[in-house]
T-cell receptor, first 116, second 114 residues
Framework: DAGVIQSPRHEVTEMGQEVTLRCKPI?????LFWYRQTMMRGLELLIY????????DSGMPEDRFSAKMPNASFSTLKIQPSEPRDSAVYFC??????????????FGEGSRLTVL | AQSVSQHNHHVILSEAASLELGCNYS??????LFWYVQYPGQHLQLLLK??????LVKGIKGFEAEFIKSKFSFNLRKPSVQWSDTAEYFC????????????FGQGTTLQVKP
């Protein structure tokens, strides 16, 4: 299995620009999570989906952030407009609610975002 | 509120020293517990997990953790660390509904000196 795939791995953009981060979960996993990691705040859960439906978006910082999961194999996290304080590593993770790996999160390599 | 507290933010050890990283959680009901490791520049990987049964759990690379329900703790241990164990370690908890929604601690940075 290829694991959780994220793109881009690195993104440098200017304040005010739109940023779109992409994630392909592990095939067969039915839950998908977006986390943000910073030195100051550690790992924060932004939003998670179960069977493509957003379940909890209470961690989304503000309206500038939005996430979609149009199908079981793809999700996006969009920031519009971006601000310097959004600079962080964004991790996508997936899990299954059935099977031997139940409850375990599998993380992607992360997307490092720098907003100038 | 659900939370995870890791007592040590930064630990420095020499090779062959023993390691114990503290983790306490606040979570109502039955819990599942995890330790993840993040090597420099990499993503988080699972070290070990506890769902039920024997409260002493053995994971990869010689790590183990003990679940003590009465103390709401899940401390990570390794008898003899190696330079390659230099990484950040995260404790996490989720409810038994297994939705995968993990609550992470702030992490502990372990630096092992050769």
């Amino acid at each position: 299995d290829a694991g959780v795939i994220q793109s881009p791995r690195h993104e440098v953009t200017e304040m005010g620009q739109e940023v779109t981060l992409r994630c392909k979960p592990i095939s067969g996993h039915n839950s998908l999570f977006w986390y943000r990691q910073t030195m100051m705040r550690g790992l924060e859960l932004l939003i998670y989906f179960n069977n493509n439906v957003p379940i909890d978006d209470s961690g989304m910082p503000e309206d500038r952030f939005s996430a979609k999961m149009p199908n079981a194999s793809f999700s996006t996290l969009k920031i519009q407009p971006s601000e310097p304080r959004d600079s962080a590593v964004y991790f996508c993770a997936s899990s299954s609610t059935t099977g031997v790996d139940i409850g375990e999160l599998f993380f992607g390599e992360g997307s490092r975002l720098t907003v100038l | 509120a659900q939370s995870v507290s890791q007592h040590n933010h930064h630990v420095i050890l020499s090779e062959a020293a023993s390691l114990e990283l503290g983790c306490n959680y606040s979570y109502g009901g039955t819990v599942n517990l995890f330790w993840y490791v993040q090597y420099p520049g990499q993503h988080l990987q699972l070290l070990l997990k506890y769902f039920s049964g024997d409260p002493l759990v053995k994971g990869i690379k010689g790590f183990e953790a003990e679940f003590i329900k009465s103390k709401f703790s899940f401390n990570l241990r390794k008898p003899s660390v190696q330079w390659s164990d230099t990484a950040e370690y995260f404790c996490a908890v989720t409810g038994s509904s297994n939705t995968g929604k993990l609550i992470f601690g702030q992490g502990t940075t372990l630096q092992v000196k050769p």
